[in-house]
């Protein structure tokens, strides 16, 4: 693989599995340094901790730090961009938003359609407390790396629940809010930040 990346420092969220793990092996393979995150650390039985991404990432020839982070704690995400910015000396090229902590609940309730003012209120916040929110405060410490260096990319999965009907309507309404905020930060950002 093309080792471009090298001397690059990058941050992928939700990294234990899926999405996550599969961007931060690339980016490792790549030569990146990955920081990676998620809710556990230390191995499971199923292959889905952060150790476990490191593992592999290391089979590989690459680099990454894990870092045990609830994206759902201001302080934990903070913590994590501090650290960052102290190991590599200010330096991050690179924010992968991708935790996400609402997969099972709206998966475990596929299969039972229901209006909006019939879900529970608290569908909100479990849907979008990590989604929404947790992107943008990623996004924020991101920027406040990457603007004075007048370079960096954030790169924030989403899906097609933005632009069409899928799972529930308070998943629809966070991924529509998650690309709206994208176009309007990218014309905002475009002379410093990628989105």
Known sequence: ?????VGKVAIVTGASRG???GIALQLAEAGATVYIT???LLPNGRGTSLTDCVEEI???GGRAIPVQCDHEKDDEVKDLFDRVAREQHGRLDILVNNAYSAAPACIDHIEEPTSFWDEPL???NQTNSVGIRGVYICAVHAAR????ARKGLIVNISSEGGLTYGLNPCYCVGKAAMLVRLML???RSANHVAF
């Open 58 to 60: 290391k089979k590989r």
């Open 122 to 124: 608290e569908t909100w």
């Open 19 to 21: 999405i996550g793990k």
């Open 145 to 148: 790396l990457m603007v004075p």
């Open 1 to 5: 693989m093309d080792r471009a990346l």
């Open 185 to 187: 930060e990218g014309k």
């Open 38 to 40: 998620g809710r556990t």
